[in-house]
């Protein structure tokens, strides 16, 4: 019998959850519930204990102490395939499908409909896949490749599997991360569709714009401990801000003190770059923050990509501290004090079966030996300071990096560049997919860097972010410049009419 409180259904119940790890209490007598139709949001900090508990839920770990109630009975889940098949569904962030199977396999994968002599009824099976993607009103069919799909139609595909097992509750791990602002309205919609079908969804993300977005209360995890439960509609993101990292942000971006900037470090003249970008023109002085924004595929990375040479520019020009430089390659720019954290910190910025100390390392090795070997003092002396000065929350140097957290992954990708202490450092999406408190860490750094003469160009998809830490700001649409704007006039309102299909140039000098 499922529980009814206030006249809701509670058809999830997680009592006083304990998980420890070697060295670590992940989660510490936490209780969590989730009522049938909700959207329960799980916040906190990277490290907070959230995936641990979500695992929990999903039958991937085994608590050491606590129970769990699912329709109103005791259950002990043996296997994450054992949770599945009760109906509860975790849709990971990186989404677990075969690309060259059809959307009807991998919607049944694991449980395809058997004839007699044992072989795959398939119009049964395209049946099933049939009826699950008709609950969704999705717009693709049973016989599609899922590697033809949409990334936001593949994520349909993970949320019609979790209808074909008749999920109850379905956890949604980071959901957005890889979804145009367009793809992200049909999740919100596909979400209220299970909603409306009784089924309690939990959702995770590190946006707080997402959360009261989309749902009804919200738990906060501060290192393994239940802060609170809060009600959506009762709360704000101050609130929960200041819940989840234990003290107030009143200065969440760092201070920009100055005014003015020293020399000039970089200028772009008519940089252009064919189907990506076109007559660029920019400069930024030492302890200057210019920021760089535009919608998905305007061609900023491409811009920074050019500028570090990964690719190469069809026209234009580069002038480093007043010369003109051919950068052909990132080893050029490298060598001319450029560093480049990007977008993508596992996939570009990070060898993830590395340690922490040889990742970080990477960049200085070839200052860091002599005679071939390498400086060991050097080397450890390097991953000391910057573990201290990024606050960097790790086990030690030889920890593999793929074991950290996404914001002190991010540390590392940073730490990695200014001991070589860049002219320029270039950050793209530089706080993409990581919590709170380790936002906050990284637009102060950027501050101090900059207070310092640095010079910072940073790509931004957040509107309060790109506001928040720069000096400057130039927009473009669609590879073009269309606007510039100093931190004095610039407003969200001139940010978004300069990123449009109307955008016209507005440039302020």
């Given amino acids: 019998m499922i529980s009814i409180i206030n006249n809701e259904e509670i058809i999830l119940e997680l009592k006083n959850i304990t998980k420890v790890f070697p060295g670590v209490k992940a989660v510490d007598n936490v209780s969590f519930e989730v009522n049938t139709g909700e959207v329960h949001a799980l916040v906190g900090e990277n490290g907070a204990g959230k995936s641990t508990l979500m695992k929990v839920m999903a039958g991937i770990h085994i608590p050491e102490e606590g129970s769990i109630n699912y329709m109103g009975e005791k259950v002990r889940f043996s296997s994450p395939l054992d949770a599945k098949k009760k109906g509860i569904i975790l849709i990971h962030q990186e989404l677990s499908l075969v690309p060259q199977m059809t959307v009807a396999e991998n919607?049944?994968?694991?449980?395809?409909?058997?004839?007699?002599?044992?072989?795959?009824?398939?119009?049964?099976?395209?049946?099933?896949?049939?009826?699950?993607?008709?609950k969704l009103g999705c717009q693709f069919e049973p016989s599609d490749l899922v590697q033809d799909l949409t990334v936001a139609h593949q994520q349909m595909v993970e949320i019609a599997r979790a209808i074909s097992y008749d999920a109850k509750v379905v956890i949604f791990d980071e959901p957005t991360a890889s979804l145009t602002q367009e793809e992200i309205k049909v999740l919100y919609k596909n979400i209220e569709l299970l909603k409306e079908q009784g089924i309690g969804i939990i959702y995770i993300s590190h946006k707080l714009d997402e959360i009261f977005e989309v749902s009804d209360n919200i738990t906060v995890l501060r290192d393994g401990k239940l802060v609170d439960t809060l009600e959506t509609d009762k709360t704000d993101e101050p609130e929960i801000t200041r819940k989840m990292i234990g003290r107030d942000i009143a200065d969440f971006f760092g201070s920009k003190k100055i005014k003015e900037y020293g020399a000039e470090v970089i200028r772009v003249e008519g940089l252009s770059r064919k189907n990506e970008f076109e007559n660029m023109n920019f400069s930024i002085k030492k302890g200057e923050v210019l920021g760089l924004y535009g919608l998905l595929g305007a061609g900023r990375t491409e811009v920074v990509e050019t500028i570090f040479g990964i690719n190469k520019a069809d026209s234009g020009k580069i002038y480093l501290n007043g010369h003109e430089v051919n950068i052909e390659n990132s080893k050029i720019a490298v060598s001319n004090g450029i560093g480049l954290v990007p977008e993508s910190r596992k996939e570009q910025g990070l060898v993830l079966g590395m340690s922490n100390l040889d990742n970080m390392s990477l960049a200085k090795l070839p200052q860091a030996h002599?005679?071939?070997?390498?400086?060991?003092?050097?080397?450890?002396?390097?991953?000391?300071?910057?573990?201290?000065?990024?606050?960097?929350?790790?086990?030690?140097?030889?920890?593999?990096?793929?074991?950290?957290?996404?914001?002190?992954?991010?540390?590392?990708?940073?730490?990695?560049?200014?001991?070589?202490?860049?002219?320029?450092?270039?950050?793209?999406?530089?706080?993409?997919?990581?919590?709170?408190?380790?936002?906050?860490?990284?637009?102060?750094?950027?501050?101090?860097?900059?207070?310092?003469?640095?010079?910072?160009?940073?790509?931004?998809?957040?509107?309060?972010?790109?506001?928040?830490?720069?000096?400057?700001?130039?927009?473009?649409?669609?590879?073009?410049?269309?606007?510039?704007?100093?931190?004095?006039?610039?407003?969200?309102?001139?940010?978004?009419?300069?990123?449009?299909?109307?955008?016209?140039?507005?440039?302020?000098?």
């Fill in 107 to 134: 919607i049944l994968l694991g449980s395809f409909p058997i004839k007699r002599g044992g072989r795959i009824d398939w119009d049964k099976l395209n049946q099933n896949a049939r009826e699950a993607i008709k």
């Fill in 370 to 509: 002599n005679y071939g070997f390498i400086k060991q003092n050097e080397v450890d002396g390097i991953f000391d300071k910057y573990k201290a000065r990024l606050s960097i929350s790790t086990t030690g140097p030889n920890q593999k990096v793929m074991n950290l957290s996404g914001g002190n992954q991010q540390k590392i990708v940073i730490g990695k560049w200014l001991c070589l202490n860049p002219d320029l450092l270039i950050l793209d999406e530089p706080t993409i997919g990581i919590d709170v408190g380790s936002k906050a860490e990284i637009h102060n750094l950027i501050a101090e860097l900059a207070e310092k003469g640095m010079a910072v160009l940073v790509i931004s998809s957040e509107i309060p972010e790109i506001l928040g830490v720069s000096h400057r700001i130039i927009t473009m649409h669609q590879g073009k410049q269309t606007g510039e704007f100093t931190d004095e006039e610039v407003t969200e309102a001139k940010l978004i009419d300069s990123i449009t299909s109307n955008a016209e140039a507005v440039c302020a000098v």
